[in-house]
């Protein structure tokens, strides 16, 4: 599988960036994390997980993706802001 995107390692920054997540009105970076950050398109979704008991539990989250992703829910955020 081939990366279509340019990365500049550096700066965490997608160099052919036009169209990414990180440019997404949807997207939140969290914390300090550098290239990812959180789609917040649309409500949390359920996810399994491991109990503090080892057994099976489930928590809500909003999806993490990759700054340099995109998909077809992208909307270019108005004014562009540097959240990467
Ligand atoms: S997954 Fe789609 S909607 Fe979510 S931040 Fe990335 S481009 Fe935007």
């Given at each position: 599988m081939t990366d279509d995107t340019t990365t500049d390692t550096t700066h965490g920054q997608?160099?052919?960036?036009?169209?990414?997540c990180s440019e997404c009105d949807h997207y939140e970076r969290v914390g300090?994390?550098?290239?990812q950050g959180e789609c917040r398109r649309y409500p949390p979704k359920v996810f399994p997980a491991q109990s503090p008991q080892g057994g099976l539990a489930f928590v809500s989250a909003w999806p993490r993706v990759r700054h340099d992703n995109r998909c077809g829910e992208f909307e270019q955020e108005d004014p562009p802001a540097d959240r990467h």
């Open positions: 997608s160099l052919a960036g036009l169209f990414t300090d994390e550098v290239g």
